[in-house]
Nanobody
């Protein structure tokens, strides 16, 4: 079983940047497809971005396209989410998730808070 821990959240002004990291222990991340999700107060958790095992395929929600970049370093067992041009509507708890390709996301980190002030 893989354990995930996110870091890098915080308070930033609109237009600023943050880089989130999610580091795994217990199992190598290279076996998993990975995703970043977020959940704002009163809203459902939504998929923000995902990346395949080999980094050959990525997905971005329309709301973050051209602003966020997902990447992974399997040697460091870490997945990143570079977030630029942040907006107040990006404020949420951000979670990383891991899954075997073709399955649903089964493994989750505890989340990291991102707050963007206007």
């Amino acid at each position: 079983q893989v354990q995930l821990v996110e870091s890098g959240g915080g308070l930033v002004q609109a237009g600023g940047s943050l880089r989130l990291s999610c580091t795994a222990s217990g199992r190598t991340l290279s076996r998993y497809a990975l995703g970043w999700f977020r959940q704002a107060p009163g809203k459902e958790r939504e998929l923000v971005s995902s990346i395949s095992k080999s980094s050959g395929s990525t997905y971005y929600a329309d709301s973050v396209k051209d602003r966020f970049t997902i990447s992974r370093d399997n040697a460091k067992n870490t997945v990143y989410l570079q977030m630029n041009s942040l907006k107040p509507e990006d404020t949420a708890v951000y979670y990383c998730g891991a899954k075997f390709p073709g399955n649903s996301y089964d493994y989750w980190g505890p989340g990291t808070q991102v707050t963007v002030s206007s």
